[in-house]
């Protein structure tokens, strides 16, 4: 079979290569899939990989064969999971408990786009605890991660200011549900209860400034690639503030992932949340969505259809 695996190129690029067939074990359903979404952790993992590596968390598709312990979706079953790093590929095995049946009116890229960036917003927001009435903070809002946050946190009945890094990320933030849209580094003009980052150093900084005492602050990314830096009276000046950090494939494992992305496919089915499919491209030519993600020129989420 085919699958995308990254090459020796100085431009990050992938190419169509002959895998082996994925053998399923007895907790697993072979997929055969239709649709990939390209994140931006794996992007930048392409530069890193050696040559022939495989890369893949998105998939939707269907059930060639079911799981052999007679969990999950039956054959012929549209589904949309999360991959162990190997689904940009014709075939591949997928946990059952990573696997949800996909309704017949969510289409392929929709439900390509939703595990990853749909998971992590949940569990990010679950984690900073009640959202009703409060203030939250999304940094990187314009991405596929803060457009879901930002549609979650907004029908929990929060109020949501969403940061980007320039005009152009600003699009459809607000018919989202954002009530602020504005560039990194401008003052709120109410203290912030909730902050999700997804930017780390100067942008994490800043918006740490207007978190109150009591508030939670959750990261689920570093974009920026620096150090942590919180302002010099982090602290004191906000007596019983919590940090955290929310890395999806540790959450995976204290979480019901079947179950969670049948929420979020109910979601989508009622129009409560919208994936954000901004790019659609052939797996033959992923050139156009790998720029597209490096160019930050992609308001949303960008998919390989297969």
């Known amino acids: 079979m085919k699958a995308l695996v990254t090459t020796d190129s100085p431009d990050c690029a992938l190419r169509l290569d002959a895998v082996a067939e994925p053998e399923p074990l007895p907790t697993q359903a072979l997929v055969t899939v239709s649709a990939v979404a390209v994140n931006r952790g794996e992007l930048t993992a392409i530069g890193e990989l050696p040559p022939g590596a495989r890369l893949g968390r998105d998939v939707a598709g269907t059930v060639l064969r079911a799981a052999a312990d007679g969990s999950g979706p039956a054959a012929g079953t549209r589904v949309v999971g999360l991959a162990d790093g190997d689904g940009w590929a014709e075939r591949v095995a997928i946990d059952t408990r990573r696997l949800a049946r996909l309704p017949d009116t969510v289409d392929w890229a929709a439900a390509a ?3 990853v960036a749909g998971l992590t917003a949940l569990y990010s927001l679950q984690r900073a ?6 203030t939250v903070l999304i940094t990187g ?6 457009r879901a946050a930002v549609q979650l946190a907004s029908a929990a009945g929060a109020h949501v200011i969403a940061w980007v890094g320039s005009a152009d990320r600003e699009h459809g933030l607000a018919e989202l549900g954002a009530d602020v849209v504005a560039v990194y580094g401008t003052d709120p003009e109410e203290p912030v209860d909730i902050l999700l980052d997804s930017c780390g150093g100067d942008v994490l900084t ?5 978190v109150v005492a009591g508030g939670s602050v959750v990261a689920f990314g570093n974009t920026a690639g620096a150090e942590l830096r919180l302002p010099r009276d982090w602290g004191r000046a906000r007596p019983g503030v919590s940090l955290h950090y929310v890395f999806l494939i540790d959450e995976i494992a204290r979480h019901d992932v079947a179950h969670d992305l049948v929420f979020l496919l109910q979601l989508v089915v009622e129009e409560r949340l919208d994936p954000q499919v901004a790019l659609v491209a052939s797996w033959t030519d992923p050139e156009p969505v790998l720029r597209g993600l490096g160019r930050r020129s992609v308001n949303g989420k960008a998919v390989l259809a297969l």
Not at 129 to 134: D, V
Not at 206 to 210: E, G, K, L, M, T
Request: aromatic share 4%; glycine share 30%; net charge positive.
């Open 113 to 115: 786009a939703l595990p």
């Open 129 to 134: 605890g009640r959202l009703l009435g409060r």
């Open 141 to 146: 809002a314009g991405g596929g991660v803060g």
């Open 206 to 210: 800043q918006a740490f400034r207007p």
